[in-house]
């Protein structure tokens, strides 16, 4: 009997059988990063991404509103694009509506009011899409461009022996969200679970904390964090060939996550590691070169940046420095395919 596929076998299969960039000049960077990258005439490069949003999977109409959804379609993309050290600019937005659920106008008017927003906000042209019915649960794709110069691209393939590896905002709360939506009856203080419920159905792209890093060409590596922190550092690894060790005491967890850790069997810990879905920036920079994007960071962004392990050789693998020594790291994926 054939193996059946995860989502990341799947993807390494399809990326063996596309892989296009050494056939076109044109293609600066084919798949296997964040974004692809096209040349777009001198020095200039246009990156694109993709992502999909389905009912039941990524949001549920019971708890995210039309401006949820809208938020987080635009969020996940811009992120894509932020990773790669690119500004946004244009998007084709595709829906599948289903008739099975209550999908009103009023709710199609609000969800195109607030992308609207976000595209002026973000400076985001939408040039067009498609719109089709489903008989399945509803979807929101979108396709999304960026711009930047070829050097001032941040790839996953730069991290070198002796990076310092570094985390934007907080981790492990948009898993913690997602847990408490699917276990509702967990007491949690109102002010708390709304903070929480927030970072899972409106997380936040880190477009100017990207940008800045693409411009400075302080960071050798960079990614967002989609799967998990060790899922997404695991990428960086094994595109730049060299492994990490990560001090577990240096992870920030924020106060509401420490506190569900309290009320609840979760460790939180363990959703800072394995959670998906906290968009936040994961890079690699010299020990120079942190500092002043730590500096930038804290003085012009007001964004927290954490400095959590090294990058080491690939032999040493990727570890966990705890109060009990150093640990094999446990890589653990959210698999839309189990």
Excluded at 129 to 156: A, H, Y
Excluded at 281 to 308: G, N, P, Q, V
Aim: proline share 1%; with cysteine; glycine share 8%.
């Amino acid at each position: 009997m054939n193996e059946k596929f995860t989502e990341f076998s799947l993807i390494d299969f399809l990326q063996s059988k596309f892989a296009t960039s050494k056939k076109y000049n044109d293609i600066v960077l084919g798949n296997g990063d964040d974004a692809a990258v096209i040349d777009a005439g001198g020095e200039k490069c246009w990156v694109l991404s993709t992502d999909i949003q389905m009912e039941d999977v990524h949001f549920r109409l019971k708890t995210s509103t039309s401006e949820d959804i809208a938020n987080k379609i635009m969020a996940v993309n811009m992120s894509d694009i932020a990773a790669m050290g690119a500004k946004p600019r244009f998007a084709l937005l595709s829906l599948g509506l289903s008739s099975h659920n209550s999908m009103t106008d009023t709710f199609l008017k609000d969800f195109s009011e607030e992308m609207k927003s976000i595209c002026n906000k973000m400076g985001i042209v939408l040039l067009g899409g498609n719109v089709s019915s489903t008989r399945g649960p509803m979807f929101v794709d979108l396709f999304m461009i960026g711009e930047t110069e070829r050097n001032k691209l941040v790839k996953r393939s730069g991290a070198r022996i002796g990076d310092r590896i570094l985390v934007t905002g907080e981790l492990g709360t948009a898993a913690a969200g997602h847990f408490i939506l699917s276990n509702p009856e967990i007491f949690v203080k109102k002010k708390e679970r709304d903070f929480l419920i927030n970072k899972q159905i409106r997380p936040e792209a880190r477009v100017d904390a990207g940008n800045f890093v693409g411009k400075s060409e302080y960071a050798n590596s960079m990614i967002d964090i989609s799967d998990s922190l060790l899922g997404d550092l695991a990428h960086i690894c094994n595109a730049s060939k060299v492994g990490a060790v990560l001090d577990a005491k240096s992870i920030y967890i924020s106060s509401e996550l420490r506190n569900l850790g309290k009320q609840s069997v979760i460790d939180p810990l363990d959703f800072a590691f394995h959670g998906g879905e906290d968009y936040e920036l994961l890079m690699t920079a010299s020990k120079r070169d942190a500092e002043k994007i730590e500096e930038y960071f804290y003085h012009t962004l007001k964004l927290r940046l954490t400095d959590i392990g090294e990058i080491v050789s690939l032999d040493e693998g990727i570890k966990i420095e705890t109060e009990n020594g150093l640990h094999e790291a446990k890589i653990k994926r959210w698999d839309h395919l189990k």
